[in-house]
C-alpha cells in the first residue's frame, strides 16, 4: 500500500514525496478513505501512529477540492481542537508541510500568549483552525471567531482533554458549532465519560482502532536500569556522555524535579533546558526548537508534554521517574519509534518505584527487559527483581550491542562502565 492507492490530489502527493512519505501507517491507510467519504469518525490510536496525518491529508483534499473563494476573508470551514500548544503548533506544521501546494490558509490559537498576532491571522482569514479551548472561547466570547460555516470538526486527544480538565469548555465549544457537520474524534483510551462525549457528537461513525488500548510499539526497544534513587543522576550523566546519543527526551513527574536535572545536566557540561507548565509559551517554545535543531542534546519534560511532543528521528525517551498512572508510561515512551521508526526507552527504578513497575509491565503484557551491566546497577536488585519482574518469567539481560536491544556503541562495560564493588 502506498499512498498513491488512497485517490489523493496530487498537491498532496507531491508534498508528502518532499516530507520522504510514501507507505501510510495502518490508521492513515484505514481513516483516509473513511474520512474523504464525508463519513465521521472514532479513532483510538496511541501516540505515535501518525494520527495527525491520518486527519490532516484527508481534510486538505476535501476542502480543496471544494474551496470556493467568497469575496472579503476566507470562513473558518475546519476546527481541530487540542489539549496543549505544542501539540496545536506542531499539528499546525503539519498542515503546512502537507498543505503547501494547496491554496488551503490555516492558524493556530493557544493561550499563554499575547493575542494579538493570532487575532491579525484570524481577521485576514483562515480556512483550518487549530485551537486549545480557553483561547477558543475567549476569542469567540471577543467575535474573533466565528465557526457558523464549519464543516469539519476535530476533536484531538479526547482523552487528554478529560486528565486536563478541559471537557466543560469542549461541551461548551460544541454548542457553539453547526450540527449539520463531519466529526472525527480521537482518544489513546476511551474511559466512559470520553464514551459518553463520543456518543453524544458522532453520527453514526466508522470506528478505526489500530492497535490494542495502551499497548506499547513494537518498534520501541525498552530496557530497565534498577538504580537507586540517589544514584539516578550520575546514571542519567553516564549514559547522556555516549557521543552514539545525539538527543534525549526524559521525564520527570514534577516541575521542580525537571528543573534539578536540567540544573545537574547542565553542571555537568551536557546542554539541557526543561519544558514544563510553569514555563512561559516562548520558553516551552525556545526551548523545543533548540532540541529539534540539535542545539541542546537534553530535552526535560513533565508529562504535559507527553503527548505534545513530535520530533522527528527522536532516539531515546528516558524516564528518569516511572510515572505513578501506567498508560502515562505508554504515552512518554511512543515520543520514540514513531510511524515505524524505531527508537529507544530506557527506565531508571528505585526500590520506592516497584510498585509502579508491576503496574507498567501489568498494562504493557511484557517484562521490561533489565540492564544489569550498568556502574549503577542497585543492590539487592536481584532480590526486587524475584519479587516482581522475574515473579512471571521475566528475564534480565546484558548490555549486548549485538542484541539489536542496546543502542550505544562498543562493548556493555565501555558502554555503562563497570558494575560498582
Not at 329 to 341: E, K, L, N, Q
Amino acid at each position: 500500500m502506498s499512498f498513491e492507492n488512497l485517490n489523493l490530489i496530487e498537491p498532496i502527493l507531491k508534498a508528502l514525496k518532499t516530507e520522504g512519505y510514501t507507505t501510510p501507517t495502518p490508521i492513515q491507510e484505514q481513516s483516509i478513505p473513511i474520512i474523504l467519504e464525508r463519513k465521521d469518525l472514532l479513532g483510538c490510536a496511541q501516540t505515535g501512529t501518525g494520527k495527525t496525518a491520518a486527519f490532516a491529508i484527508p481534510i486538505l483534499q476535501i476542502l480543496e477540492g471544494g474551496k470556493i473563494y467568497d469575496k472579503g476573508p476566507r470562513a473558518i470551514k475546519c476546527l481541530i481542537l487540542t489539549p496543549t500548544r505544542e501539540l496545536a503548533i506542531q499539528i499546525g506544521e503539519s498542515f503546512a508541510a502537507y498543505g503547501r501546494h494547496t491554496g488551503m490558509k490555516h492558524a493556530v490559537i493557544f493561550g499563554g500568549v499575547s493575542q494579538g498576532s493570532q487575532v491579525s491571522a484570524l481577521k485576514s482569514g483562515v480556512d483550518i483552525l487549530i485551537a486549545t479551548p480557553g483561547r477558543l472561547l475567549d476569542l469567540i466570547n471577543q467575535k474573533f471567531v466565528h465557526l457558523h460555516y464549519l464543516k469539519i470538526f476535530v476533536l484531538d486527544e479526547a482523552d487528554r482533554m478529560l486528565d486536563m480538565g478541559f471537557i466543560h469548555d469542549v461541551k461548551k465549544i460544541i454548542t457553539k458549532i453547526p450540527q449539520k457537520r463531519q466529526t472525527l474524534f480521537f482518544s489513546a483510551t476511551m474511559p466512559d465519560e470520553i464514551q459518553k462525549l463520543a456518543n453524544t457528537i458522532l453520527v453514526n461513525p466508522e470506528k478505526v482502532e489500530v492497535t490494542p488500548v495502551s499497548s506499547t510499539a513494537d518498534t520501541i526497544d525498552q530496557s530497565l536500569f534498577f538504580v537507586e534513587k540517589n544514584d539516578k543522576k550520575k546514571l542519567l550523566i553516564h549514559i547522556l556522555n555516549d557521543k552514539s546519543i545525539k538527543s534525549a527526551l526524559i521525564f520527570s513527574r514534577t516541575k521542580h524535579g525537571a528543573d534539578k536535572i536540567t540544573k545537574d545536566l547542565v553542571k555537568a557540561g551536557i546542554k539541557t533546558e526543561a519544558i514544563h507548565g510553569n514555563k512561559s509559551q516562548n520558553a516551552r517554545q525556545k526551548a523545543l526548537s533548540n532540541f529539534k535543531s540539535g542545539q541542546i542534546k537534553a530535552l526535560i519534560a513533565t508529562d504535559i508534554a507527553a503527548r505534545g511532543i513530535d520530533i522527528d528521528e527522536l532516539s531515546h525517551v528516558i524516564n528518569f521517574e516511572l510515572p505513578n498512572i501506567p498508560e502515562t508510561y505508554v504515552h512518554r515512551i511512543g515520543r520514540t519509534g514513531r510511524a515505524g521508526s524505531s527508537g529507544i526507552a530506557y527506565s531508571f527504578c528505585d526500590e520506592e518505584e516497584m510498585e509502579y513497575l508491576k503496574d507498567i509491565q501489568k498494562l504493557i503484557g511484557r517484562e521490561i527487559p533489565v540492564i544489569e551491566d550498568q556502574p549503577y546497577h542497585m543492590r539487592g536488585a536481584s532480590f526486587i527483581m524475584s519479587k516482581s519482574t522475574k515473579k512471571k518469567g521475566g528475564s534480565a539481560k546484558k548490555a549486548n550491542p549485538a542484541s539489536g536491544s542496546a543502542p550505544m556503541s562498543g562493548s556493555p562495560n565501555r558502554r555503562f562502565g563497570n558494575k560498582r564493588r
